[in-house]
């Protein structure tokens, strides 16, 4: 997989529905018929191999992301995939009882690089996000979702499946299992967070000739909120806020004309979703004072978010004895990252689980996490998919959910 959008510094770029992501996705299609799985699309791109033992049950769902950032790990979301086909494959090969047919899946566009929101292709399954308005959404350079998808053959007419359970495994990201010496982590919680769409409006003018009392200069509002994001954290315990500022675009970007409008995407997440609304809102305070500054005005145009919130704790309890079992460390971890797991679990019993990140690097060529955490992280996830799959979660015993991307 890492051969696909490799790059120089032995990392890869497969952003949603590039050509190095379709590439990818052909291959994983052609594994997963070459070794008997059904392979279904749907319309949103995401990429379903199932494996029907139990006819006409519900299914475990095991996967993640074939999709990257731009400049990125090769471990991040592919290791989920592969590690999911494989657990898939061995649970079904094997002879324990199963309640609940497998498939494993590779989620469309995770990342959000080059089209938000992130999460996509499971909050359209999950049905926070209507297809239609999916699909419809543009990159940068005003190429639709779409579009892109067609470009690589990537969309289909599944309309989706029942599902009693989803189980992910990912690279943590972090460095608390590195730094703790732990193989296992179990996602017990996720962090919340809000993804704010700013917009900065000036007005153009010359750089030179304007006088400096006239100027009304976004990219200067732009540097002075994208400081007011830093600063953010001063008010607060460490590690109790995370801020960045992550994208800017910039109009008309000349060297000889003072900025009209800059958008920004603002990140901001925190443990507690208190905290964070009270950090949002002193950053809604200094925005005031910056438009008065700078004299720009600066307009909130959209908000993506999602809620820190317990993973089901039977799934917690299921996989600890899997891993103790097995003879791994293990302990519980909060994913400050969002994950299609983060929508999952809204809807269905979730287990995630996490293998360590060396120096906790992610989002960069230099990711990495070594064979043998791979492998043992692999051994867990069979482990708890084989478990879930004959019915261990009591959880899902009630109804399965039906997921269909369509009409929502
Ligand atoms: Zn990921």
Known sequence: MSTFGATPGGGVERQAASVADGEN??????????????????????????IETVPGAPYVVVGSHLDSQPLAGRFDGAYGVLAAAH???????????????????????EEGSRFKPSMMGSAVLTGTLPVAKALATTDPAGTTVSE???????????????????????????????????????VSTTWTAHKLE??????????????????????????????????????FEPEQLHTAVSEMYLD?????????????????RSPERALL???VAQLRERMTEIEAVAKVEIE??????????????????????????????YRRSATVAGHDATNMKEVVPTVMLFVPSVDGISHNEREFTSDDDMVAGLDVLTAVVARVASGALSATDGDAIAMSVGDR
Do not use: C
Not at 167 to 173: N, Y
Not at 209 to 233: H, K, Q, T
Not at 255 to 267: F, G, M, Q, S, T
Not at 302 to 327: K, T, Y
């Open 25 to 50: 996705r052909a291959w994983f299609t052609a594994w997963l018929v070459e070794n008997d799985f059904e392979v279904k699309v749907d319309a949103i791109g995401n990429i379903f191999g199932l």
């Open 87 to 109: 657990a898939v494959r061995a649970v079904a090969a094997g002879d324990a009882p199963a309640r609940f047919n497998l498939a494993v899946v590779d989620w469309f566009n």
């Open 148 to 186: 892109a998808l067609d470009a690589i053959d990537g969309r289909g007419n599944f309309a989706g499946l029942d599902v009693a359970a989803y189980l992910e495994i990912h690279v943590e990201q972090g460095r608390e299992l590195e730094d703790t010496g732990t193989t296992i982590g179990l």
């Open 198 to 235: 700013v917009v900065v409006t000036g007005e153009q003018s010359h750089t030179g000739a304007a006088r400096m009392v006239d100027r009304r200069d976004a990219l200067y509002g732009a540097a002075e909120l994208i400081v007011a994001v830093r600063r953010l954290i001063d008010g």
């Open 252 to 268: 008309p970007n000349s060297p000889v004309a003072i900025a009209r409008e800059v958008r920004l995407l603002v990140d901001v």
């Open 277 to 279: 609304e009270t950090a």
């Open 300 to 329: 909130v145009r959209g908000l993506v978010e999602w809620s820190s919130g317990p993973f089901l704790e039977e799934g917690i309890l299921l996989a600890a004895a899997e891993a103790e079992r097995l003879g791994y460390t």
